[in-house]
C-alpha cells in the first residue's frame, strides 16, 4: 500500500490495482478531481468520506463505489477487497451501519464534543492550510470558517493553531474512547 497526493499520481512507477479518494471539502456533482483521477488510469477508485457523499454521485463520475470512513480497519479492507475483485459491497460497508441497521457515523473528535464539520476544519489546519484556503475547500465564508475553528478550540482546550495540530496529532494515533456520542442526530451540522 502506498499514500500519494494527487500531484504524485501521474508520476507514481507503477499503477495502482485500488484509489482510495478522499473526499474532504469537495461536493459530490462537482468534484474535477475525482474525475481526473477515474480518467487517468486504470485502477478501481473508491470514493472514501466522512461525508454523506452520495455513492450514486461517485459511480457518474467513474468510481467503483463508496465507502464510509465510519468502518473499522478490518470492515474496510474487506471492502476494498471486494470492490477490486468486482463483488458487490453490503450496504453496512457503504454508510457504516450498526447491529440494528441503524447509521454509525463517527468522526476524529466525535467523543470530546466535536460536530463533523469542526472536525474537517481540524483536519484542514493539521494539513497546514490558511482560513481562505479552508473556505475555499469547504465551500464556505471566511467567518463560517472561524466559527467553526474558535468552536473546536474550546471544545478541545487548546488556544492557537499549533497546540490544535498538536491535540489532533495525539487524538489520532490514541485508540478511539468509549463513550455515547454527545452530539446531534445523523444529518443535522449547525
Known amino acids: 500500500m502506498q499514500i500519494v497526493d494527487l500531484p504524485t ?3 507514481m512507477p507503477h499503477d495502482p490495482d485500488v484509489i482510495l479518494y478522499d ?13 481526473m483521477i477515474v480518467g487517468a488510469n486504470d485502477a478501481r477508485v473508491i470514493v472514501h468520506s466522512w461525508d454523506d457523499y452520495p455513492e450514486e454521485a461517485a459511480r457518474r463520475q467513474g468510481a467503483a463505489g463508496y465507502l464510509s470512513k465510519s ?13 477490486h475483485d468486482g463483488r458487490p459491497v453490503p450496504d453496512g460497508a457503504r454508510t457504516g451501519t450498526g447491529d440494528a441497521g441503524e447509521p454509525v457515523l463517527t468522526w476524529p473528535g466525535q467523543v470530546d464534543g466535536l460536530t463533523q464539520r469542526e472536525s474537517e476544519m481540524l483536519s484542514f489546519i493539521t494539513r497546514g492550510l490558511t482560513n481562505d484556503q479552508i473556505a475555499r475547500r469547504a465551500y464556505l465564508s471566511i467567518n463560517t470558517v472561524k466559527t467553526y475553528i474558535r468552536a473546536a478550540y474550546r471544545k478541545i482546550g487548546v488556544t492557537n493553531r499549533a497546540q490544535a495540530v498538536a491535540w489532533a496529532t495525539v487524538t489520532a494515533s490514541t485508540p478511539p474512547r468509549t463513550s455515547t456520542p454527545r452530539n446531534r442526530p445523523r444529518g443535522i451540522d449547525p
Do not use: F, H, S
Open 71 to 83: 468502518l473499522g480497519a478490518d470492515e474496510l479492507v474487506a471492502a476494498i477487497v471486494a470492490i
Open 23 to 35: 473526499t474532504v471539502g469537495r461536493l459530490p456533482d462537482v468534484d474535477e478531481k475525482l474525475r
Open 9 to 11: 499520481l501521474p508520476t
